[in-house]
C-alpha cells in the first residue's frame, strides 16, 4: 500500500474525530452570559482536546514527510493510533460533564496516554521500515524521548487525579504540551531546519 493513501486515511479518520467533538458541545438553556459560563467546562474540554489532537496530527504530518515504505506493521499500528483518537470524543464528553470526578478524568487520562504511546510505537515502526531513507533517525529518537518525558507528566497527572485533585488530569495535558512546544524550540528539533539543510545541501 502506498504512503499517500495510509496518510489520506489517518488525516480523514482524524477530521471527522475532531468535527465530533465539536457535535459534542452542549448548547446553553438560554442565550445568556450566565447561561454560557455554566459550560466553560465543556468549552474548555473541547478547546483542550481540539488542538491536542491537532499538534499530534502535525507531528504524524511532518514524520511522514520523509518515510518511503509502508508495511502491514505500520499499517497495524497506525489503525490502534486511530482507535485510541477516536475515544477522545467520548472522554472529553465525559469530563465536560464531571470535571471533578475522578473516573471521568481517569477514564480521559488513560487514552491520552494511549494515545501518546501509539504515537511513540508509530515512531519507532517507521523508522525501522525505513532505515535506508532519507528520514531523519536522529530528530525522530530525540522527539521519542521528549514524549516519554511527555508520559511521564500525564501519567503524574493521572495519579494525582485518581487520588487528590481530579482536574489534575487535563492540566497535566497543558504542562505536557507546553513542555514539548518550549523543548522542540529550544532544542531545535523542527522539521522545517531539516528540510532547510536539505534544501542548503
Request: positive net charge.
Amino acid at each position: 500500500m502506498k504512503k499517500e493513501r495510509v496518510a489520506a486515511f489517518t488525516d480523514a479518520v482524524l477530521a471527522i474525530i475532531m468535527t465530533i467533538l465539536v457535535l459534542e458541545l452542549e448548547k446553553p438553556t438560554t442565550l445568556t452570559v450566565s447561561a454560557f459560563w455554566e459550560l466553560r467546562y465543556s468549552f474548555f474540554s473541547y478547546a483542550l482536546s481540539f488542538f491536542w489532537l491537532g499538534s499530534m496530527w502535525i507531528n504524524i504530518h511532518n514524520e511522514w514527510e520523509n518515510i518511503e515504505a509502508v508495511n502491514a506493521k505500520t499499517l497495524w499500528v497506525t489503525l490502534i493510533l486511530l482507535f485510541s483518537c477516536s475515544v477522545i470524543p467520548y472522554a472529553t464528553d465525559l469530563v465536560s460533564h464531571g470535571f471533578d470526578n475522578k473516573l471521568a478524568q481517569g477514564f480521559y487520562g488513560l487514552f491520552v496516554m494511549l494515545v501518546t504511546l501509539s504515537n511513540i510505537w508509530l515512531s519507532r515502526v517507521l523508522e525501522h521500515g525505513n532505515g535506508g531513507s532519507k528520514m531523519p533517525a536522529d530528530l525522530m529518537k530525540k522527539r521519542r524521548r521528549l514524549l516519554w518525558i511527555d508520559v511521564g507528566v500525564k501519567l503524574i497527572g493521572f495519579v494525582t487525579a485518581m487520588t487528590v485533585y481530579p482536574p489534575a488530569m487535563m492540566f497535566s495535558v497543558i504542562l505536557a504540551a507546553a513542555f514539548l512546544m518550549i523543548s522542540i524550540r529550544v532544542l531545535r528539533l523542527d522539521w522545517s531546519d531539516v528540510k532547510g539543510k536539505e534544501g542548503s545541501a
